[in-house]
């Protein structure tokens, strides 16, 4: 015998392998996977894990539900279920995400970004990932005497700037425009416009999807017109899925983000940005740039700095340089230094 068909019989015996993977295949409830679709899938994966439906059943049954919490359609409370053949497997809805035990970095970086998501995702999304959060919580406790666990409580994310509360978005709406992205249907909405007040029934075409700030967007072209749009999930007050597929018109997103309505942009280019900065914000500005090209000079006779930067002619830019008030003085462009006084003007004018 070779020393390939000896080590292709050794991972045949030994269960282990599979089971990480068959672990893996199976889904949480209520979504579910046949035997024999389980079976196909493994030989999918490696021909090694070649199995009889007969084993695989008594490996379901036995151990690894056991260990697992696996949930199986021969228990289901619907007697119809019951009789189907053959037998469907999945996770019970709040059972712990199974294999593999995650690494202790997988589980900071988990624990990290909960708080983050929990200020994007609606309650309904985050409660599925509510079993990974636990798995990696659990895995920081069990160090919680060494340098993880201190790590773990000492480390915190935090917004740049006022975070608003999130929007609230219905759950039911948030799955079903989850469902039309990723299987390309078409959406029926009730959408609330913010200009005019009401809501309007429409057919959207869903192209993507953007997280900006405490809001979600779902970028899409209605119904018999060709310009995308976004469209506020806060304000989809109905979402029905058809089964129509929707039009994608070889949309790509890095190429509609510059130009959307996201940060309106004032011109078609970039400005040359010239400004006198206070010397704090200067230090700030030499860790973090706010371009690859910016240059800083210093002044004579001040403490003061001179910076040189190059950006997108856009609303973000300017609002962010408004928020800096006494901190900067604005020399070029005219356009954007006469445009600070203006509002500088009409702000003193309502006190």
Known sequence: MSVDQKMSSRKKKDPTRRN???????????ASISTVQLRDALLQEDPDFDISPRSLQRDLEGMLNGR??????????????RRKRPYRWSYEPHARAGAPVMSSAEALALCLSENHLRHLLPPDVMALLGPHFSDAHSRINGQISGGHGRWAQRVRSIPNGKALLPAVVDGTVWNTVAEALLHQRQLQVDYLSRTKGESKRMTLHPKGLVSRGPASYLIASVSGYQDVRHFALHRIAQASLLD??????????????????????????????IADIHPQLAWTLRETPLCEDQHLEALEATDWVRIHAHLPDDQENFWWLYSLGDNIRVLQ????????LDRNQRVISLY
Do not use: W
């Not at 697992?68 to 279920?81: G, P, Q, R, V």
């Not at 462009?333 to 600070?340: C, D, K, V, Y």
């Open 20 to 30: 990480v993977v068959l672990l893996r295949l199976i889904p949480r409830y209520p």
């Open 333 to 340: 462009p005219s356009g954007l230094r006469e445009a600070i």
């Open 68 to 81: 697992f919490n696996l949930m199986c359609s021969k228990d289901h409370e619907d007697a119809a279920i």
């Open 244 to 273: 129509i597929r929707s039009d994608d018109d070889g949309f790509e997103m890095d190429h509609y983000l510059p130009g959307a309505a996201f940060t309106p942009r004032q011109g078609s280019g970039n400005i040359e940005l």
